[in-house]
């Protein structure tokens, strides 16, 4: 936490609030309701700029990155890049902090803006979070009780994820159940070559589909009832699709859905304890 802090010092020092800055958090999170101890891990960043934030996933980015340098040499193959990663991107657009969440259900890229309004409690209780002073502030949001603990000497009402509001950068947000939490690990400076650029307007990216909250969870739950819905689409079109493994042997396509429909319920039965628990009811 040291490092944090003197880097905090000099920000202050300089007025630079307002510039590109990356805070880096660990993000620890139980998949499954019924093994709490198996506890993932994962790097994320909140990248601010006087434009707005986006938070993601470091995996990702290296991904995405490995990804895109391999369409533009025209390979195909994308063997050797981890896609086990956090998959959504948020993005808040200040100064109103409008909230912008990106993630994929099956075959599809999904868009959704999120205007719901954070009530925020905030309590006299306050403590150290390595050497930075915080603040303790409750939330119900999304199905969960979230208890978080923020900076009022950061002047950033931005944090992890979707949360945002309190005044003073969030340092430490978990659920009360301890399965979602969120702490700042370090931070540093960006220069204004890497401000952060918004997952639409990515060049080489896929298109994503516009939906309200309430529409992207009816998809939310029609893609984990059915989560080969978008391969059988696309085998009953029109154009008939034809699926090869790495050595380019033609794959039957009936047996690739079966295969798909098994994996994917299995995944969803021990993924039963979401970030926004809310989507499940």
Do not use: C
Not at 25 to 54: C, I, N, Q, W
Not at 156 to 178: M, N, R, S, V
């Amino acid at each position: 936490m040291k490092k944090i802090i003197i880097v905090f010092a000099a920000l202050l020092s300089m007025g630079s609030y307002a510039q590109n800055q990356r805070f880096v958090y660990e993000y620890k999170f139980v998949k499954d309701s019924t093994a709490r101890d198996e506890t993932k891990h994962e790097l994320m960043f909140l990248d601010t700029a006087p434009k707005g934030s986006k938070f993601y996933s470091h995996e990702k980015y290296i991904s995405d990155s490995l990804r895109e340098d391999r369409i533009k040499t025209g390979e195909r193959n994308f063997s050797g890049i981890n896609f086990d990663f956090v998959p959504f991107v948020v993005e808040k657009v200040y100064p109103d902090y409008k909230t912008v969440f990106y993630g994929n259900l099956d075959m599809d890229l999904y868009k959704v803006s999120d205007d719901r309004v954070q009530h925020w409690k905030i309590l006299p209780d306050k403590a150290k979070i390595g050497d930075i002073e915080v603040q303790k502030a409750t939330l119900d949001f999304s199905g969960r009780k979230w208890i978080a603990w923020f900076a009022p000497d950061i002047p950033i009402q931005d944090g992890p994820y979707k949360f945002h509001g309190l005044p003073g950068l969030i340092i430490k947000i978990e659920d009360k159940t301890q399965s979602h939490s969120f702490t700042l690990k370090e931070t540093k400076k960006l220069s204004k070559n890497n401000e952060w650029q918004s997952e639409g307007e990515k060049k080489n990216s896929r298109q994503f589909i516009n939906v309200a909250p309430e529409k992207y969870k009816k998809q939310f739950l029609e893609s984990r009832n059915d989560p080969a819905k978008g391969l059988k689409e696309m085998a009953s079109g029109s154009q008939k699709i034809m699926l090869v493994n790495e050595s380019g042997k033609p794959l039957d396509i009936s047996e690739v859905i079966r295969e798909r429909e098994k994996n994917a319920k299995a995944e969803n039965a021990k993924n039963n304890n979401i970030l926004e628990l809310d989507l499940l009811q």
